[in-house]
């Protein structure tokens, strides 16, 4: 099966998977951003806890043969912070990435706009999706909150190829934004990387798409130079580099541009 094409855009950055459209959102200045409201906190645990039942142990094993690799890697960040960054490339597989590691809290940075979405924005975020805002001041809060997060020892997840390409079979260019978060921070990056498997035994029959298992890397350090700037150009390239060689040798499905 070749999934080169599947739903392919014109351009790297653009959304392939398309939803509902989303209202407009403004965003006021004291907006929890983190969920940290105690009923926002108690309802979150119970959401998790059931998306976990359905998407991980039902749809994820059941559909996906959904597996993750090298889970020990993840145990000496128990009571750790950390920004995990991964490829996009399902419509669930934020929900997979971070329900799976249930009970440990772990947050995701999504775009403003799908707060705007019916019923599933305010889901998106009550569940961990923390809208990234759009103007200066908000950048500068956010920032704070997502240090309390990590000194907390909660996680962020982020994926820097910032638009959702469901089943492509490369990894595409990243943005610096979950580096600027590590290195405001100080803290480590885990890599994690949705790498495709062709369906075996009685799913060859069954599955016409690939099977999903999602693979953790030893934890990233940043290497920090002269200035900020050349800080997070050398370590977002240099993470893409090993995370690319990664998805390369491990998945039964690799492209091209």
Known sequence: ??????????????????????????????????????????????????????????????????????????????????????????????????????????????????????IVGKLFHIIGGAPIPDSKEGIIRYQKLLNERLSGNNMIAVFPEASLRPYCDHIRPFKKGAFRFAFNANVDIIPMVFIFKKPKGLYKYLKRKPCVELHILPPYQLKHLETKYETLSYNTDELQKIITAYYTTHSDYVGGN
């Open 1 to 118: 099966m070749d999934i080169k094409e599947d739903l392919k855009p014109k351009d790297e950055n653009e959304h392939t998977f398309k939803t509902i459209e989303a209202k407009p959102v403004d965003l006021p200045e004291d907006f929890d951003y983190f969920g940290q409201k105690w009923h926002t906190r108690i309802l979150s645990k119970i959401l998790v806890f059931i998306i976990k039942i359905v998407f991980v142990y039902f749809y994820g094993f059941i559909f996906l043969r959904f597996r993750i690799k090298n889970k020990k890697i993840f145990k000496a960040y128990r009571k750790k912070g950390a920004v995990i960054v991964s490829n996009h490339v399902h419509q669930f597989d934020s929900f997979l990435l971070g329900a799976s590691f249930f009970p440990k809290r772990i947050y995701y940075t999504m775009l403003k706009t799908n707060l705007g979405l019916p």
